[in-house]
């Protein structure tokens, strides 16, 4: 096959514009050259023929000294060299490329510490050994660059002489580049901060701060869902959050879940999903699914399941950054949607259980994210939507009898590799409010509440009850209590009183 010229210049790749005229280089080249049915990676290079080396949202620029080997090693190089690992890019390609092409890469510098790479990824992806001798001399080289790439746990190739710093397992393993907003996310430990303010918290606050964001969060997944669910319902969930962490994620763990989130099998199939499954919307006059995100494969999802577990196993008993495993876990499970129905409240929920696991939020305290998450859905929505759209135009499907959808070609690829910064970069954003904001929040209104029922003692002896009924009218009513609460809930207070009252509420909690 004719490779990619150098020389010649586009402006134009997959319907992504050029940020000027160039040659691709690496993993676009590549995908160009053999004509890989691949999520495009986020960013993608170039060879410009001016001497400026910079990067855009989707393009790094390289100058002509930078041009690599005209040919399927030199680009390989290239990739490895400057963007990094992308799994599925060489998976697809080393599906398309002859074994011997491979190998002879290899035997051509069998030292190199980019062949020694592209040796051990031919190997693990593809479960073939290459006729290569395996080396008994030379330095281990990381696998995965940490200066473009976040690494997980290593283990030592002897054969390749590499450390296999990959953050996942073969049958699940998302990647986070290293971006400038991970690395000041990282350097400012949000977690230490919010030690900070816990310490100067009475016990008791944080007990029932921790009790009312149970609830809240429970309540605030099901509304992401756009359901509203009953209180016994949400009380339920709330409780199953509060464990989160407890006991060690398994596939019967996922499926006890599933359980309590739904409730009832009265009109949702419990367990794993055994039809397609989608996200979307169906047409009005016919009912034909319009999806949004397809699911992965149902003959495939307990393959997938498993490699999500043992890499979940991998990373919360390692050094790996604990938000970041979160993402990696929970927008993996939620791209997979393993269930009819529950995925979303569980992929959540597995936030909590990474983070917990991990010891990144202190004990008996539970990071309310999806408190945090419902004031940014058209962000989550983006977040989601930037896996799913670029995979959809990459899975071929029919519409069932019963409005459903089918999935005809091989996808498994699309939910175990995948880029996963954007993901990591949101979670983390909802991270640092959840830490620096809501929870703050939640301990000062307590402060605050408990003044006021104690100023409120010095007058009136009310019932606890009866106090949280009248702030919550009060909280309702701008600080005023309305007249229909005058003449029924508190009647009992005069005219003069109800100043009082008003006066109090006014003075602990503002205008």
């Not at 790749?13 to 160009?32: D, N, V, W």
């Not at 419990?270 to 992965?296: K, M």
Request: a neutral charge; hydrophobic letters at 40%.
């Amino acid at each position: 096959m004719e490779s990619n010229r150098i020389s010649q210049n586009i402006s134009v790749f997959h319907k992504r514009t050029l940020p000027e005229e160039g040659a691709l280089a690496g993993y676009a080249a590549l995908i160009q050259q053999h004509d890989l049915k691949v999520p495009l990676p986020d960013r993608l290079s170039i060879i410009s023929q001016k001497h400026r080396r910079y990067d855009t949202e989707d393009w790094s620029v390289f100058t002509p000294r930078h041009a690599p080997e005209d040919s399927l090693g030199g680009h390989l190089t290239f990739g490895l060299k400057y963007e990094g690992i992308e799994l599925h890019v060489l998976k697809v390609l080393f599906e398309k490329v002859s074994k011997n092409e491979i190998a002879q890469i290899v035997r051509s510098e069998p030292t190199g510490q980019y062949s020694r790479r592209v040796w051990f990824l031919y190997e693990w992806l593809r479960g073939e050994t290459l006729e290569v001798p395996g080396l008994n001399t030379s330095n281990f080289v990381d696998l995965l660059d940490p200066k473009l790439q976040y690494p997980g746990p290593s283990e030592n190739s002897k054969r390749h002489r590499i450390r296999n710093n990959l953050p996942g397992t073969k049958d699940f393993c998302p990647l986070i580049r290293r971006t400038e907003k991970l690395d000041t996310f990282i350097a400012a430990r949000q977690d230490w901060q919010m030690e900070a303010w816990l310490k100067e918290s009475q016990k008791d606050l944080l007990s029932r701060a921790a009790a009312f964001l149970l609830l809240k969060d429970s309540k605030a997944s099901y509304a992401i869902e756009g359901e509203t669910p009953t209180q016994n319902r949400a009380l339920r969930w709330g409780a199953a959050i509060g464990e989160a962490g407890r006991r060690d994620l398994t596939k019967e763990e996922l499926l006890r879940l599933q359980e309590i989130v739904i409730g009832s099998d009265r009109f949702v199939n419990l367990g794993w999903r055994r039809q397609g499954g989608f996200v979307g919307e169906h047409d009005r006059a016919t009912g034909a699914p319009i999806p949004d995100h397809i699911s992965a494969r149902w003959q495939d999802v307990e393959k997938l399941i498993g490699g999500l577990l043992r890499t979940t196993q991998k990373l919360v008993n390692s050094d790996y950054d604990p938000v970041m495993a979160a993402a990696l876990i929970a927008f993996g499970f939620v791209a997979i949607h393993p269930f009819a129905d529950g995925n979303g409240r569980i992929h959540r929920f597995l936030v909590q259980h990474v983070l917990t696991r991990m010891n990144y939020s202190p004990a008996g305290i539970v990071f309310p994210v999806s408190a945090a998450i419902i004031l940014r859905m058209d962000e989550y929505r983006r977040v989601l939507e930037a896996y799913s759209r670029p995979r959809l135009e990459l899975i071929a499907w029919k519409p069932t009898p019963d409005h459903n959808v089918e999935v005809l070609n091989q996808t498994i690829d699309l939910y175990r590799y995948f880029d996963a910064t954007k993901q990591a970069e949101f979670l983390y954003d909802c991270v640092r409010q959840t830490a620096l904001e809501i929870l703050p929040a939640e301990v000062k209104y307590l402060k605050k509440y408990d003044r006021f029922k104690a100023l409120l003692d010095d007058r009136f002896a009310m019932p606890d009850k009866t106090i949280a009924l009248l702030v919550r009218f009060l909280e309702q009513g701008d600080g005023n209590l309305s007249e229909r609460a005058r003449q029924k809930e508190f009647k009992m207070f005069d005219d003069a009183e109800a100043a009082v009252v008003k006066g109090i509420y006014r003075e602990v909690f503002g205008g």
